[in-house]
Nanobody, 120 residues
Framework: QVQLVESGGGLVQPGGSLRLSCAAS????????MYWYRQAPGWQRELVAA???????NYANSVTGRFTISRDNAKNAVYLQMNSLKPEDTAVYYC??????????????WGKGTQVTVSS
């Protein structure tokens, strides 16, 4: 009933910027925490950034100061602004949202991912 779709990935040179978007649709009463993860080939999926329903944020040490997570509750969307990109940021980026239906506990939903490639 719930679908998350990422967009905004692509190829960018080192030092460049990208802005990722993720929009949730379907049977949604509210959304709690939202997250961005990434996974590079041969590596474990890692948490990049998180944002609570109230707007509090946390970041992985590797992206602190370069990435900014934000959300728009009216649009059921979460964003990741990525600046000063490095080759090691290359990965598939996934959004995750803790989605509530009325009278239900939250359930985590994942997007299918968007590729970010940082290369010269």
């Amino acid at each position: 009933q719930v679908q998350l779709v990422e967009s905004g990935g692509g190829l960018v040179q080192p030092g460049g910027s990208l802005r990722l978007s993720c929009a949730a649709s379907g049977s949604i009463f509210s959304i709690g925490n939202m997250y961005w993860y990434r996974q590079a080939p041969g590596w474990q999926r890692e948490l990049v950034a998180a944002i609570t329903s109230g707007g509090s944020t946390n970041y992985a040490n590797s992206v602190t100061g370069r990435f900014t997570i934000s959300r728009d509750n009216a649009k059921n969307a979460v964003y990741l602004q990525m600046n000063s990109l490095k080759p090691e940021d290359t990965a598939v980026y996934y959004c995750k949202a803790n989605v509530y239906r009325k009278y239900d506990d939250g359930i985590d939903y994942w997007g299918k991912g968007t590729q970010v490639t940082v290369s010269s």
